[in-house]
Every structure is written in C-alpha cells, then in structure tokens.
C-alpha cells in the first residue's frame, strides 16, 4: 500500500488537534458546566477526581485489548470508546440536576477522554512502524493550535448561551474524531504497543526499581508536586479568573494564550535537545513552573495573570517533552516503559490531588488561599527537581 508519510501526518495532525478541542470542552471547562449544573466547588472536585482515577485504571486494560485480540484493530476500539463516551455526555446533558447521576456520567466521559489519549499516540506508532515516518511532533503541536482557539472559541460561547454549549460542542467535536480515525488507512501485519505498562519484561518490581533508582524516584515526586498546581489552576480557572474581575469569556482568552505560548516550544524542542541535556532543561522548566504560580498568587488583574499564562512557553511546553527525553537518558533500557509510564502517571496522580484539595480549600476557605498553598507545592517541587535531576 502506498501511503503519503505528509498526507498521513496532516491526518494524524488534525486527529491530535480535534482530540484537544474535545478535552478543551470537557475536562477545561468542566468547572464552568459543573457549576451550571448546582455542584459546589468541593463536589467539582470529587467528580474530576473520580474521573481520573477511573481513567487511570482502566488505561492499561483497555490498551492491552488490540494486543491481546488480533481482531480489534487500534483503531476499532478508539471508535467503540467515542460511541460510549459520546452516548455518556448526551445523557449528561438531559438528566436531572441529581449529583450521582451527574457524577457517574461525567466520570465515564472523563474517563474514556483519559483513555484515548494513549491510544491516540500510539496511531502514530502504528505507522511508524511500518515505516511511514508520521510525525508527532508536529501533531502535537496542532493539539496545543486547535485546544487555544477552541478555549477563545468556546469562552465566548458559553458566556453568550450557557454552559451547555462546552458539551453539545463536545459532542460534535466526538464525531468529527470518529471520522477522522475511521479515514486513516489499516495496515495488515503491524504489531503496535498501544501500552507501555504493560510492557515490563523483568524479574524485579516496582519496590526494587524504587529503591535502586532513588534519584530518579523522587524527581517523579517532584513532578507530581510541580504538577499539582498545574492541574489546580487549570481545573478552577474560572474561579481565580471570577476573583480577578474576569469572566468565562476573559478564561477562554487565557487558557487561549497558554496554548498558544506553547508552540515554539513543542515546534522546536528537537532543535532545543540538542544544546541542552534534558536535565537542564527538566529544572529550567521547574523554576519556571513555580515563577508561574507566584505570578498567578500575586496577579491583581486580568493582565497579570495573562502575563503568568505566558510562562506556560517556558514550564509545561519545555517540561513534557523533557521527561520523555529525561528518562530515555538516565534509565537503563529494561525500566525504560516502567519509567515513561510512571512520569506519565505522575500527572493523573497530581489531577486527582489538585481536584480533591482545589475543591476543598476553594469550600472552607478562598481562591488565595488554594493560590497560596499551590505555590508552596509548587516551590517544594522545584526544589526536589533541582536537587535530583542529575544527568547520569
């Protein structure tokens, strides 16, 4: 089969941009939808939290189904995913202000919407393989292009119709994915790792990795640290944007700017990799992670926290793909999935703390005072990076 490595690239770009939009509608805005629908800031952040637990669960399970059955192609069971979580969020939409129902139908689109993201990186793996070079990075940074206009997009859009538009757009959104992945062309005879924890071929556990590689051991604490007020301030973003005199629209533009800052960084960073070791950049990007939240704490006004939204260029856009090199360079080749899955779950780890102590600190106490304590995990983050990050 003759495939065209640009068109297939342009295809796969537009599958990683449509992605983003959709996690732009459900999961960045879920705090605007959730609070619509009457939960108060401590239920928000019991359902996101619930979501990502449940979405971490069952990652590797579902990832494992295209390996284990010859017959469910990757692209196959992205396809069922999107049918059951489009049919979760039309439910949402209709039922009754109850909290469980409310709570169980976002929680099975959320977590479906975590589960996608692997599958979908591993399209490209797909092709790659069989040596059609699709490039990801490329993608990705559509991902970061489309998820900035949709947050401008959708801020207004909501501001004008309700709240209910983040999911009607969403799901939209679903089936223009469905088709994008049902076009892309299959392949006969290509053997694809949908998951990488499931990959681990080795005698020893987690307890004897962890103890061998203590270094390595708590950079993934300070990681899940630094992450936490990441994941804090995106998932109650309305509320700090509300306690500056901003508005859902004025939250769009700012989640906008992030994304847009993110692009020389994702566009660039093999460029960037060569003059620089990945440890460097790894604490590079801390400091810039924890300069973010005191800009935020401090922030008086919608220009300020503009201002700290475009030091995401120099924190998450250097950091991610950082520790996909970091750990490629300080791990022997037999821990190498082990390791990659353990810095991806560091994120969902800090998701699930940020919504549970956002909310939380949000209901007893203020929007400052959750700032406050962001910026103290934060800095403590930035410290453990700094002192175990070593390039060895």
Request: proline share 2%; charged share 10%; with cysteine.
């Amino acid at each position: 089969m003759n495939i065209s490595a640009k068109r297939l690239t342009l295809q796969y770009a537009f599958i990683q941009g449509v992605y983003w939009m959709i996690y732009c509608g459900l999961y960045s805005f879920a705090t605007v939808y959730l609070l619509s629908k009457g939960l108060e800031s401590s239920q928000i952040g019991i359902v996101v939290a619930l979501g990502n637990v449940v979405g971490f669960i069952l990652q590797p399970y579902i990832s494992s189904l295209a390996d284990k059955y010859q017959n469910i192609t990757l692209h196959r069971l992205i396809e069922v995913l999107l049918a059951v979580m489009v049919l979760g969020i039309v439910l949402l939409l209709v039922a009754p202000k109850y909290f469980l129902a409310i709570l169980l139908l976002y929680v099975v689109a959320d977590a479906i919407l975590q589960t996608l993201q692997p599958l979908l990186n591993s399209l490209s793996i797909y092709y790659q393989e069989a040596g059609i070079a699709v490039d990801f990075g490329i993608a990705r940074g559509f991902g970061s292009l489309f998820f900035a206009g949709m947050s401008s997009f959708l801020g207004v859009l909501c501001d004008k119709y309700g709240a209910d538009m983040a999911m009607i757009s969403t799901i939209i959104l679903i089936a223009a994915l469905f088709l994008l992945v049902w076009s892309l062309p299959l392949l006969k005879k290509v053997k694809v790792d949908v998951d990488t924890k499931a990959e681990v071929k080795t005698n020893e556990g987690l307890g004897h990795f962890i103890k061998q590689y203590r270094a390595f051991t708590m950079v993934l604490l300070a990681s899940t640290l630094l992450f936490t007020f990441h994941n804090m301030l995106n998932s109650y973003l309305i509320q700090v944007v509300n306690n500056v005199g901003g508005n859902t629209t004025q939250m769009g533009t700012a989640l906008t700017v992030a994304a847009i800052c993110e692009l020389p960084a994702m566009f660039g960073f093999s460029f960037l990799a060569t003059k620089i070791s990945s440890s460097k950049l790894m604490i590079f990007a801390s400091l810039a992670f924890s300069v973010k939240a005191v800009v935020t704490y401090l922030a008086p006004n919608m220009g300020m926290l503009y201002i700290a939204m475009v030091l995401q260029m120099f924190a998450f856009a250097v950091f991610t793909p950082a520790s996909v090199y970091y750990v490629n360079e300080v791990i022997p080749k037999r821990y190498q999935y082990m390791s990659q899955a353990l810095m991806v779950g560091t994120t969902t780890v800090s998701g699930v703390i940020a919504s549970l102590l956002g909310g939380f600190l949000l209901q007893v106490a203020s929007v400052k005072m959750m700032l406050l304590i962001g910026v103290i995990i934060s800095i403590s983050g930035t410290i453990l990076m700094v002192i175990f990050a070593k390039h060895k």
